[in-house]
């Protein structure tokens, strides 16, 4: 992707007017949110038609080496003076463990492709220091093989592993599998041992490069799909664990990628991936910003994130033509909002804040995902701190929750239950020329038999009225949490860290089996139905 895709005023009374009609337009927005009709929409989750199993590892993350996500953010060291575990910073750890993190993928990105794992291991003051020709600046390598699985132990999240074809080799790749999941006497699991881990570990999900169409190697997908076979033959299981071999996919409209990939490459591949990131203006060189946007870019980011439904249809019906009984999972391994760099941020640090807008899209995506559980079998949000559309923002010892940590936190409830079908008739929010539907759900079934409805709504002016017909089951009680806000730019920084956080959600009549939702303007909301 990124190759391709990115590529003092005049007069203090000109400032004072200027924040006049902001503040005007403000007034303006909350006013008509408070009187605007709310749109009505009618809901029926059929309950006596559950679908697929929804994959817990939808709700995966991605850590790349990159800005301070990794430094700083997760890794601290020993002896910093910010409380740790073994060098991980415990408020971190600690808040993440709460999002029941089922898979961890790691070390990119596109720094996977220029990754070699002996950097890694052994004597800390003894690894060797390495440009990080992606990102920018060192990387000291104190976080490596060890220290990335030792943080996939404390959260209880699978390791995802993505090996280095653009500047690596088969045998590379090989060795370092065996080395983290041999339990034989070979020189390597001789070597794991001797640098402090007796057991080998379980390696779940490997994959064989990342972006190879772009900063994995410029690859087309012809060359790609041969070299994906030659890697995926050596990547070998050792005693007696199991790895799920995943091909890089394509990114965005990319159909010709997966095309080729699944015709050529299908048998060998558990997995193929998709990236797709929320740009408001869809435009690489000037993204829009984070926090300063008004209705219209809110809107045209709402646009955006829903192309994630047209290209998970249409990838996965090419899927379809070579696997029709699915077993190749589509991995959505990279998608979240993606804006200009902050004023006086560094350039390849990708750090930026995180506001209701990304709550919102946040809580579309896992609903389209959910929406696909048949073939969507993976989903990693890019990427878990201070990186792009994070759960966490971390100002040397400080630490904030974002927005979308809540939204992750609010849908844990789907992790592994099963699918359940919706049927939504809601008014689009129409903008310009542009519209989207105002609604936007996902509903499932727990093994404890508990429903789970989550819902976004997406119009910032009105709340949705959602007459809910509950197919096949009695409800008796209802209970849940919103998350909103007045603005919707709304977000937490290190001075107001609780600005915006979920609050228990009362917006229900249910009477009889009929149910009746008051769903805020600009919100989402996960209801559990007993
Ligand atoms: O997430 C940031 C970057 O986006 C990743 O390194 C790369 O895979 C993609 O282009």
Not at 381 to 400: G, H, P, R, W
Not at 500 to 514: A, D, E, H, M, W
């Amino acid at each position: 992707m990124l190759n391709r895709r990115r590529i003092v005023s005049t007069a203090s009374s000109v400032l004072c007017m200027m924040l006049t009609l902001s503040l005007l337009s403000a007034s303006v927005l909350r006013a008509q949110a408070q009187t605007a009709e709310p749109n009505k929409a009618t809901l029926v989750v059929r309950t006596g038609q559950p679908g697929a199993v929804i994959n817990k590892n939808i709700y995966g993350h991605f850590a790349e080496h990159l800005g301070r996500l990794i430094y700083e953010g997760l890794w601290v060291g020993e002896n910093s003076s910010i409380p740790n575990t073994r060098g991980l910073r415990n408020d971190v750890v600690g808040a993440l463990k709460e999002l029941h993190i089922p898979v961890l993928r790691w070390p990119g990105g596109c720094f996977a492709d220029e990754y070699h794992w002996r950097d890694g291991i052994g004597p800390r003051d003894k690894r060797p220091k390495r440009p990080n020709a992606s990102w920018g600046g060192i990387d000291t390598n104190a976080f490596g093989t060890h220290e990335f699985m030792d943080l996939c132990d404390l959260l209880g999240a699978d390791a995802y592993i993505t090996g280095n074809v653009g500047s690596g080799t088969p045998q590379e790749m090989m060795e370092w599998i065996e080395y983290m999941t041999s339990d034989s006497d070979s020189t390597l699991a001789q070597l794991r041992r001797q640098n402090g881990r007796e057991k080998p570990w379980k390696i779940p999900y490997f994959a064989v490069g990342n972006e190879t169409w772009g900063c994995g190697g410029e690859m087309r997908p012809e060359y790609y799909a041969d070299e994906y076979r030659r890697y995926a033959t050596f990547i070998k299981n050792f005693s007696g664990n199991h790895i799920q071999k995943l091909a890089v996919g394509s990114h965005d409209d990319y159909y010709q990628w997966t095309e080729v990939l699944m015709s050529q490459a299908a048998r060998y591949m558990n997995g193929l991936s998709l990236h797709y990131y929320t740009l408001p203006t869809n435009n690489w060189s000037k993204k829009g910003s984070a926090t300063q946007f008004d209705e219209k870019e809110w809107h045209s980011t709402l646009v955006r994130t829903l192309r994630m439904e047209e290209f998970i249809q249409k990838h996965s019906a090419i899927m379809d033509k070579y696997d029709a009984k699915k077993r190749v999972g589509l991995m959505v391994d990279e998608w979240g909002t993606w804006y200009d760099r902050e004023p006086g941020r560094d350039m390849g640090a990708l750090f930026q804040q995180n506001t209701l807008r990304d709550a919102v899209v946040a809580g579309i995506n896992l609903n389209i995902f959910n929406n696909h559980a048949e073939r969507v079998q993976m989903a990693n949000i890019a990427q878990m701190v201070n990186v792009l559309q994070a759960m966490i923002l971390t100002d040397k010892e400080k630490m904030v929750l974002t927005p979308t940590y809540y939204v992750f936190k609010m849908f844990k409830v789907h992790q592994g239950a099963t699918l359940i079908p919706v049927e939504l008739n809601a008014p689009e929010y129409k903008l310009d020329q542009a519209a989207v539907p105002s609604v936007n759900a996902s509903a499932s079934r727990d093994q404890e038999g508990k429903l789970h409805l989550s819902i976004v709504n997406l119009d910032p002016n009105r709340a949705a009225d959602i007459t809910t017909t509950i197919d096949g089951s009695s409800v008796k009680n209802v209970s849940g949490e919103v998350l909103t806000a007045s603005a919707m730019n709304a977000m937490n920084t290190f001075e107001r860290p609780d600005a915006i956080k979920p609050t228990s959600f009362s917006g229900f009549k249910l009477q009889g089996s009929q149910l009746t939702l008051s769903i805020p303007a600009k919100s989402v909301v996960v209801l559990e139905l007993r």
